[in-house]
């Protein structure tokens, strides 16, 4: 104990000898500084003449933003690879298996870089777009990014989120009242077609009673590039596939573990009860992987999150680019803005922890 | 199954044998059970067919058929087919493996790889003839490789800032793969032990580690590192990112570590102390040797992680394999083969883990003495 006091007091002072013989202070002024760089992603209003603590706060938006959708892709796809992985028929749970290895066994930067390079050289100019990377007139694969048409919600619109809240807080409480029913009375009910049915049709109903109050801006190509629409830019959409697929493939692996774990009896025990295949996995089988699964999934998405991190190789401003990038070479606060940076992370991770760990408590088994 | 031979009647022991039922065994009965067995089964079948067709001959031409392995640049291969452009590779191969090293020095990079592998095989099979003997060597080889790779004591000196290639991927694996596991046996039997200050201290640095992404660590190795040492005083950067990789990889360790630990029953430390066993003695002989072999996968894992993470080095500026390959795009005479480098790197990279996920495949069996319910 008194070794690492005396190692952590020897450290600090050795810092501050080294930042008076350099001329540097420590302090955190810099943040309100202008920033004098652009960002070419930005989900708040940036320009050249925002602060360094702006520049920060977009870099941390980015970086959330592309593991959120990173989270999300990696996980459906993980699912559907790792069933896939166990499916009996030889072809499939082969071809899921060449791609889980291969996948699995390249660096993630290489993952990036890869996709990186086939976006920006095998995509086309935005020009040659319009003749064959063009969906419908409506939607364009290109090397400046993937252009989309954005609905613009019009008078009336509110009314069909309106509905597609209150058919979400249905299907809440008639689960409750179909559990309740199964619970005295023992009948099931379709619970899962009936709020699907619900939350997908009340608002299509409010839709088009309201005669589709939507319209879409859709991408127009005026002079070297499209204009108007929604756009995911190269950097963005290489960075999200490239996590995705890579931790993607640990997750087959995950659940494929933890389908595995199951054991055998408990699939059997279930068919002699009478129940169905489906309620089986529902019921049973399913409950029991996810203890299993969980958490090494809640790993994978920590590392998800940290691995988004690499996205300065490609020039996604995310926060180690922003902070960690341009901010610490333009003013030189080594210290400051590392702190800043691994203090984020730190945060993000221990929320994540945090989410991850209330989720296992609440499917983890009670034993009495 | 023919109804004649079931019908009749025979006497006892007179039937005659009948021939196996054609549809439970052979490729026909494969087939049936593995790709056919039902309507969603012929669908998958069908879907997996139509996609190992659309993605396999395509690949195949532009890698092999059509590919050029021999030109001069990028429009001499454009002449010669439309495939991918192997020559580039073929071309700079050399410096993808050896980065700047001098060129007449390399038979010291060559005498040092195949010296790891004698090292490596006392350690890692226990077959290996004259196993104790080898195993010093294993002990002195890295004195060995350092003097060979840095130079000195008769051989040219070489600077570190031209190590590049695989050779830095290497160096950068392997260092970080054989001292972590130490430390992280350390840090984890300091999570468990009974003192709070030394469990919160071990707890702390692990969950620092963990919490934090590799190229924040590497940044604060290339940039601030120095700030923390005595005035005037610098070193390598090559020696700070191994430092760094080192403790980020042990942070990992010590998890896997704890994870075998907390497997290993208490009955196994009540009796290792009730043998009169010291702290020291009991963990080496009683519960270390459990702990490890539960967590051989996870370990291999972290090294496969370790491994691939070393091409992180070409953010802070050093020029691994990656590096090489991304610096050689920029390449006028060979502009655009920015797939035909990667997927060769991705190639490199996807033998040595796939062997090392192998190798511990054949580790797991091999310790497997059937304890385990």
């Avoid at chain 1, 399913?286 to 996205?311: D, G």
């Avoid at chain 2, 309507?39 to 067919?49: E, S």
Wanted: aromatic share 14%; hydrophobic share 55%.
């Amino acid at each position: 104990m008194a070794l690492l006091i005396a190692f952590i007091a020897y450290i600090t002072s050795n810092a501050i000898a080294n930042l008076k013989l350099l001329g540097k202070t420590f302090s955190f002024d810099f943040l309100a500084m202008p920033a004098h760089y652009d960002i070419n992603q930005t989900l708040i209003e940036y320009s050249s003449k925002s602060t360094h603590f702006r520049a920060g706060v977009v870099g941390i938006l980015n970086t959330l933003l592309v593991a959120f959708w990173g989270v999300i892709l990696a996980t459906i796809l993980g699912f559907i690879f790792g069933i896939l992985r166990l499916s009996p028929n030889w072809l499939v749970s082969r071809i899921v298996y060449c791609f889980v290895e291969f996948t699995r066994n390249v660096p993630v930067l290489l993952h990036i870089l890869l996709i990186h390079g086939i976006v920006v050289h095998v995509l086309p100019q935005p020009r040659a777009a319009k003749e064959w990377a063009n969906f419908g007139d409506a939607m364009f694969f290109t090397n400046r990014g993937v252009f989309s048409p954005m609905p613009v919600p019009e008078a009336g619109f509110s009314w069909v989120i309106g509905a597609f809240v209150a058919a979400v807080i249905f299907a809440f409480f008639f689960r409750k009242w179909a559990k309740a029913r199964l619970d005295a009375t023992g009948k099931p009910l379709p619970v899962f077609w009936i709020s699907f049915g619900a939350i997908i049709g009340l608002p299509l109903l409010v839709y088009l009673v309201l005669g589709a109050p939507l319209t879409w801006n859709i991408p127009e190509l005026k002079g070297f590039n499209f204009r108007g629409g929604f756009v995911i830019r190269p950097e963005f959409l290489a960075l999200w596939l490239a996590l995705s697929f890579y931790t993607s493939a640990f997750i087959a692996e995950i659940v494929r573990a933890g389908i595995l774990a199951v054991s055998k009896g408990q699939w059997e025990a279930s068919s002699a009860l009478g129940m169905p295949r489906s309620r089986t996995l529902n019921l049973i089988i399913i409950p029991q992987a996810l203890r299993v699964i969980v958490p090494p999934l809640t790993s994978q998405y920590l590392n998800l999150t940290k691995n988004s991190s690499l996205a300065i190789a490609i020039g996604y401003m995310d926060i180690v680019a922003t902070v960690g990038g341009i901010t610490l070479m333009q003013t030189g606060k080594e210290m400051e803005t590392m702190i800043i940076v691994i203090l984020f992370y730190l945060t993000v991770s221990l929320c994540i922890s945090a989410i991850m760990n209330w989720y296992n408590q609440r499917i983890k088994l009670v034993e009495r | 199954m023919s109804d004649a031979a079931t019908t009749e009647r025979y006497e006892v022991g007179k039937h005659p044998e009948l021939p196996p039922p054609l549809l439970a065994s052979g490729p026909i009965y494969w087939v049936r059970t593995n790709l056919f067995s039902s309507w969603y089964n012929v669908f998958l079948t069908l879907l997996g067919a139509w996609f190992v067709w659309s993605i396999v001959p395509p690949l195949l031409e532009w890698g092999i058929f059509d590919a050029v392995f021999e030109a001069a640049d990028r429009a001499g291969c454009q002449a010669l087919g439309d495939g991918a452009c192997w020559a580039f590779i073929h071309e700079r191969f050399k410096i993808f493996i050896y980065g700047f090293y001098p060129e007449p020095e390399r038979w010291r990079v060559i005498v040092a790889f195949v010296l790891l592998f004698v090292a490596l095989g006392p350690l890692l099979f226990d077959k290996f003839p004259y196993r104790g003997k080898a195993m010093l060597f294993s002990l002195a080889y890295p004195f060995v490789a350092a003097w060979l790779l840095l130079g000195g004591f008769g051989l040219t000196p070489v600077g570190t800032d031209q190590f590049g290639g695989t050779l830095l991927n290497i160096i950068v694996g392997v260092t970080g793969i054989v001292i972590s596991l130490p430390i992280g046996i350390l840090l984890a039997l300091g999570r468990a032990s009974d003192m709070p200050v030394l469990r919160m201290i071990c707890v702390s640095f692990i969950e620092f580690i963990r919490g934090v992404p590799l190229i924040t660590l590497l940044f604060v190795a290339s940039t601030m590192l120095s700030y923390f040492l005595p005035p005037g005083t610098s070193f390598d950067l090559l020696l700070r990112v191994l430092i760094m990789v080192t403790l980020f990889s042990s942070g990992y360790m010590a998890e896997v570590i704890r994870g075998g630990l907390q497997a290993i029953p208490r009955g196994q430390y009540e009796a290792a102390d009730s043998m009169g066993l010291k702290y020291w003695q009991s963990m080496r002989l009683i519960v270390l040797p459990q702990a490890l072999k539960i967590s051989i996968p996870g370990i291999v894992n972290t090294f496969i992680g370790l491994f691939k993470d070393t091409t992180l080095v070409i953010i802070i500026g050093l020029l691994d394999i990656l590096g090489m390959g991304r610096a050689s795009l920029a390449d006028a005479k060979w502009a655009g083969l920015s797939t035909e480098v990667y997927l060769s790197i991705a190639l490199f990279f996807f033998l040595f883990c796939f062997a090392m996920s192998r190798y511990s495949l054949y580790l797991e069996s091999k310790l497997e003495t059937g304890h385990r319910n």
